[in-house]
């Protein structure tokens, strides 16, 4: 798993989040403010403190004390409600941001071609949804609740010393080089480290994946211990890149600190006479150690945020990645867009290649006329399925092009026929959740009697009605508590719901017994007269009743035709007649 980093997508990478930028500008512009008043008044704390003990303790006068003490007591409520506030706000605006920012990716892998699709491998378009996002919402909270109140802190801090002894201000200026120097590694080697445990969750994940949907092949062949095997492998891996990230990242924190605490124990040794000759006060002292502690609070949580600071920032470029995609997909529900119909459909010249130079599908031309029959038979890997895809518009041709009525029409155009085409795809998959949701899927609005009318032509009825809770039976995950049998059915059934003018099944009666796949088209034929069918499969006996059948051999058209004169004309067809059905096997005209 490489990193894709093209050049366009750096550029791009700020302009991607100006919108989210712009439209959280005012809450993130009042949290800011208010992080001012709350660093104000940590800032005011120490002072007071030194002025209740010099001039309150030290003197013995009562009244300061009690002065100074209340005024303690209402800038520590003032800066209590500017830090709730502050929170509340920015855990808004980071959740929202956040959320908003998911929704933009989802809607743009939603959008990906194939051919994108086939670029990013599920596992990565995964954490880039969830890890990725998460890690720029810490960053943008951890911004919001701290960072900028660090600087403020920092300076604030700063000043306060050099007011109180600008002895004591010497020490940041040995202290600010070595800490700019610190942050500078730290950025430096801290953010390909980052990247790469990104990279290694990403695989992580694909793993993962894999190993759920193949675990019944897993548990087939009883490799169990070589899935864990390689799940170990880049576990492993992880944590190594992982390990050696962190390395990095924690030696920031505590090298500042050290750094800090020196120069605290410097000031002490060097004020250790002042003190005892009167020229500064204790509480003086005792304040000038606060505010230190300030300016090192201050550097610990700039180090935290410029942790999250490394993350966000390869996240957000993996992020950027996705949404800088364009995408040419227009997705239109089925079920909004007006229904298309056609006349005729016409493959012109049309050949296809997954990969460059490989074509799968040479020169076919062939047309479908509204109303009729077709057939399409072949050998496995002859490009039947590839035909529907095209067909779909999950592709377009590599040559040539399709015409609709007559008219060449582009793939956008192609696609919004996608209503008026029922397609069910050989590896049909159906969702979690009851029947009903999954025949509903392209038409939400049809009504019980239609979901009936549909489930007794696919000859799923009888199965729906034993079942205890018929239409809201339950189906698992990818369908996994139904037959293969059942599943390709009801996938017939959510292809009829949307009363589609031209029904496309890829081998999709494969796994029913010969006596309902006959019951099907025999019902199919009776109660949708003027449906036009496409119909792929291996088996002669699905597809030799159909008007005209089409012969596919090696991606060209090797025969079309009806039966009788296939199996004279087309030695391919003939022999794959002899071999299924065997000679002289009748079958019945009226279908
Ligand atoms: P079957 O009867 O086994 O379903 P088919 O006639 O439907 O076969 P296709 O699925 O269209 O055959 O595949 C035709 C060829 O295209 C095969 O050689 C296959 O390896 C190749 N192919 C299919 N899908 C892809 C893909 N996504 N990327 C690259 N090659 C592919
Ligand atoms: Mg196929």
Redesign the pocket.
């Known amino acids: 798993m490489k990193l894709r980093l093209r050049g366009e997508t750096k550029l791009s990478q700020m302009t991607m989040y100006k919108k989210y930028i712009k439209r959280y500008r005012m809450p993130f512009s009042a949290s800011i403010l208010v992080l001012g008043f709350e660093a104000f008044c940590d800032l005011l704390q120490p002072t007071l403190l030194a002025l209740l003990i010099d001039r309150g303790v030290a003197m013995g006068k009562l009244d300061v004390v009690v002065h100074y003490g209340f005024l303690m007591i209402v800038v520590t409520a003032i800066g209590a409600v500017a830090a709730l506030t502050r929170n509340v706000i920015s855990a808004r605006v980071s959740y929202a941001a956040s959320h908003e920012l998911r929704r933009d990716l989802f809607d743009q892998i939603v959008k990906m071609s194939?051919t994108q699709r086939?670029e990013f491998d599920q596992g990565t378009l995964m954490n880039r949804l969830t890890n990725d996002v998460t890690q720029m919402q810490n960053f943008v909270t951890g911004l919001m609740r701290v960072f900028l109140k660090a600087p403020f802190l920092g300076i604030g801090s700063m000043i306060m010393v050099f007011r109180l002894s600008p002895e004591f201000a010497v020490v940041f200026f040995v202290l600010l080089p070595i800490m700019a120097v610190l942050m500078t590694l730290n950025l430096k080697y801290g953010f390909p480290l980052y990247i790469k445990v990104q990279e290694s969750v990403d695989a992580l994940n694909e793993r993962l994946r894999e190993f759920f949907s193949g675990i019944r092949v897993v548990r087939a062949f009883n490799r169990f211990g070589f899935e864990t095997e390689k799940f170990e492998h880049v576990n492993a891996e992880s944590a190594k890149r992982m390990g050696r990230a962190m390395r990095v990242l924690s030696i920031f924190g505590p090298s500042m600190s050290l750094v800090i605490q020196l120069s605290v124990v410097y000031v002490l040794f060097k004020s250790r006479l002042w003190v005892t000759e009167g020229q500064i006060g204790l509480g003086m002292l005792l304040a000038f150690i606060q505010y230190m502690l300030q300016f090192l609070f201050a550097m610990m949580i700039i180090t935290r945020v410029f942790n999250l600071l490394v993350r966000a920032k390869g996240s957000a470029m993996r992020v950027s990645e996705i949404l800088a995609l364009v995408t040419d997909e227009e997705p239109t529900q089925v079920f909004e867009t007006e229904k298309k119909t056609f006349k005729t459909i016409q493959w012109q010249d049309v050949s296809f290649g997954?990969?460059q130079g490989?074509m799968?599908l040479k020169e076919v031309n062939f047309t479908i006329k509204a109303g009729k029959k077709y057939g399409v038979i072949?050998?496995?890997?002859?490009?039947?399925?590839?035909?529907l895809?095209l067909l779909m518009g999950f592709y377009s041709p590599t040559v040539g092009s399709f015409k609709i009525d007559g008219e060449a029409v582009s793939l956008n155009a192609l696609k919004k026929f996608r209503c008026s085409f029922g397609y069910v795809a050989?590896d049909s998959f159906l969702f979690s959740g009851t029947i009903e949701d999954n025949l509903k899927f392209g038409n939400p609005d049809a009504t019980t009697a239609e979901m009936v009318e549909a489930s007794e032509i696919a000859q799923i009825y009888d199965y729906i009605e034993e079942s205890s809770l018929g239409f809201q039976t339950a189906i698992g995950r990818g369908g996994i508590t139904v037959s293969g049998g059942q599943k390709q059915r009801l996938a017939i059934a959510r292809a009829l719901l949307m009363k589609p003018q031209l029904l496309i099944l890829?081998?999709s009666t494969s796994a029913l017994d010969s006596l309902t796949e006959y019951n099907f088209r025999k019902a199919l034929m009776e109660r949708r007269p003027l449906i036009t069918t496409l119909f792929?499969s291996?088996r002669v006996s699905s597809i030799m009743d159909a008007e005209c059948i089409v012969v596919?051999s090696e991606?060209r058209i090797s025969a079309v035709g009806r039966h009788e004169a296939l199996l004279y004309g087309s030695s391919i067809y003939s022999e794959l007649y002899d071999i299924q059905l065997g000679k002289g096997v009748s079958y019945d005209e009226s279908l």
């Open positions: 194939p086939l997954y990969l490989q799968i072949g050998g496995t890997g002859s490009g039947k399925s590839t035909l895809q050989q890829d081998d792929v291996q596919l991606g």
